[in-house]
């Protein structure tokens, strides 16, 4: 008799699988592409009414043919129990649950290595720092215009935006008015760039080619452990925070970009994704009355926990320094720094790219490891 699904104990653990699900799932070859993994089959393709007619459990693996159509799948049971029902969560590794939070009090050590290192075999565990803490520094990166992209093209594509490919971040003392703060000696509070993007480039390189004579100093924060401590101690600024769209715009003579989008963002199942945190580049809110006063409090609230002194890592970057940091999640800053009457002043020297391309560089390196 024909039932509806397929139930198996593994491991001590009782699974149990709809046929819809194992047939779409199934992995014969005239079901999916050699070498690609793709489906070869739509859902429509698929009969209605699908039933288990056999179930034949042969250890290791457990086939499964199906009415009415007679198809034949064969699952291993190792692949059965790595895909168990009710287990997957987001399942994309992007949000908080597949994080390691942090304030800076409880890392044992900035995560970093040197550029020569990074090459020799290193790079695994460099690219494993930045999905898991956020970021890595790598030390010793020859101080030499345009080095960054190289840097990038280590693990992935450049993103180009109106930027340029790559941008640099300096004082120009003669020349048009700045087109970014970022490119003055001021202090910048703690943000995230291009939240006026849709989407926003979600890995940022910056690489230092001079320091400044005084000042200057990088400072990190993890966005997503400030977020989990505002959800615990304030759930309703919490929720306001998750779902009121901000404006944030930029605008120069050549670029006008605008994006609508939360300060935090939420998977679909109501977990951490992301963070968007710009002051200079928020717009005027047009929303209710009563929305905008709640969002100004909610809003307040999470600045200030995003400033406090106990959240922010200070790194001075010295000539060679790359950092490469999860913009979707890690907020940097910089300390005001002084202009010296002949001196060059600091200089770095900065390129966007994805994390889709980082961490699929890291699973393929995985997969030679395990080779």
């Given at each position: 008799?024909?039932?509806?699904?397929?139930?198996?104990?593994?491991?001590?653990?009782?699974?149990?699988?709809?046929?819809?699900?194992?047939?779409?799932?199934?992995?014969?070859?005239?079901?999916?592409?050699?070498?690609?993994?793709?489906?070869?089959?739509?859902?429509?393709?698929?009969?209605?009414?699908?039933?288990?007619?056999?179930?034949?459990?042969?250890?290791?693996?457990?086939?499964?043919?199906?009415?009415?159509?007679?198809?034949?799948?064969?699952?291993?049971?190792?692949?059965?129990?790595?895909?168990?029902?009710?287990?997957?969560?987001?399942?994309?590794?992007?949000?908080?649950?597949?994080?390691?939070?942090?304030?800076?009090?409880?890392?044992?050590?900035?995560?970093?290595?040197?550029?020569?290192?990074?090459?020799?075999?290193?790079?695994?565990?460099?690219?494993?720092?930045?999905?898991?803490l956020g970021f890595v520094l790598l030390r010793d990166v020859p101080a030499e215009p345009g080095t960054v992209l190289e840097v990038a093209a280590s693990f992935g594509f450049v993103r180009e935006t109106n930027y340029g490919r790559l941008f640099?971040?300096?004082?120009?003392?003669?020349?048009?008015?700045?087109?970014?703060?970022?490119?003055?000696?001021?202090?910048?509070?703690?943000?995230?760039?291009?939240?006026?993007?849709?989407?926003?480039?979600?890995?940022?390189?910056?690489?230092?080619?001079?320091?400044?004579?005084?000042?200057?100093?990088?400072?990190?924060?993890?966005?997503?452990?400030?977020?989990?401590?505002?959800?615990?101690?304030?759930?309703?600024?919490?929720?306001?925070?998750?779902?009121?769209?901000?404006?944030?715009?930029?605008?120069?003579?050549?670029?006008?970009?605008?994006?609508?989008?939360?300060?935090?963002?939420?998977?679909?199942?109501?977990?951490?994704?992301?963070?968007?945190?710009?002051?200079?580049?928020?717009?005027?809110?047009?929303?209710?009355?009563?929305?905008?006063?709640?969002?100004?409090?909610?809003?307040?609230?999470?600045?200030?926990?995003?400033?406090?002194?106990?959240?922010?890592?200070?790194?001075?970057?010295?000539?060679?320094?790359?950092?490469?940091?999860?913009?979707?999640?890690?907020?940097?800053?910089?300390?005001?720094?002084?202009?010296?009457?002949?001196?060059?002043?600091?200089?770095?020297?900065?390129?966007?790219?994805?994390?889709?391309?980082?961490?699929?560089?890291?699973?393929?390196?995985?997969?030679?490891?395990?080779?």
């Open positions: 008799m024909a039932v509806a699904d397929l139930e198996l104990s593994v491991g001590g653990r009782q699974l149990r699988f709809p046929a819809i699900w194992l047939r779409d799932n199934c992995p014969c070859a005239g079901c999916v592409a050699a070498g690609t993994g793709q489906k070869l089959t739509d859902i429509t393709d698929i009969p209605n009414g699908l039933a288990i007619a056999l179930a034949e459990d042969a250890g290791e693996s457990v086939a499964v043919t199906f009415a009415p159509d007679q198809h034949r799948s064969v699952f291993s049971r190792s692949w059965l129990a790595g895909h168990a029902l009710n287990r997957y969560g987001d399942g994309d590794g992007r949000t908080e649950d597949d994080k390691q939070l942090w304030l800076p009090a409880e890392l044992p050590e900035i995560p970093q290595m040197s550029w020569a290192r990074y090459l020799a075999g290193g790079r695994a565990q460099a690219l494993e720092a930045v999905l898991r640099d971040v300096r004082v120009e003392p003669t020349g048009p008015r700045p087109g970014n703060l970022a490119f003055t000696s001021r202090a910048i509070r703690p943000h995230t760039d291009n939240p006026y993007r849709d989407p926003v480039p979600t890995v940022q390189l910056l690489h230092c080619l001079r320091t400044a004579a005084e000042g200057g100093d990088t400072t990190l924060a993890d966005g997503f452990a400030a977020a989990a401590a505002l959800r615990a101690a304030d759930a309703e600024s919490f929720g306001t925070l998750a779902r009121t769209p901000i404006p944030f715009g930029y605008i120069d003579k050549e670029t006008e970009l605008r994006a609508s989008m939360p300060l935090i963002q939420l998977s679909p199942r109501g977990r951490v994704r992301g963070v968007r945190f710009n002051n200079r580049s928020a717009g005027p809110l047009r929303l209710p009355y009563a929305e905008v006063t709640a969002f100004y409090a909610a809003y307040r609230r999470w600045a200030e926990l995003l400033a406090r002194p106990e959240r922010q890592l200070s790194v001075r970057l010295a000539p060679g320094d790359c950092l490469i940091f999860d913009n979707t999640r890690v907020l940097h800053a910089r300390t005001a720094f002084s202009m010296s009457a002949g001196s060059p002043g600091r200089h770095l020297q900065g390129c966007y790219a994805d994390l889709d391309g980082l961490a699929s560089t890291l699973a393929v390196l995985r997969r030679g490891e395990g080779a």
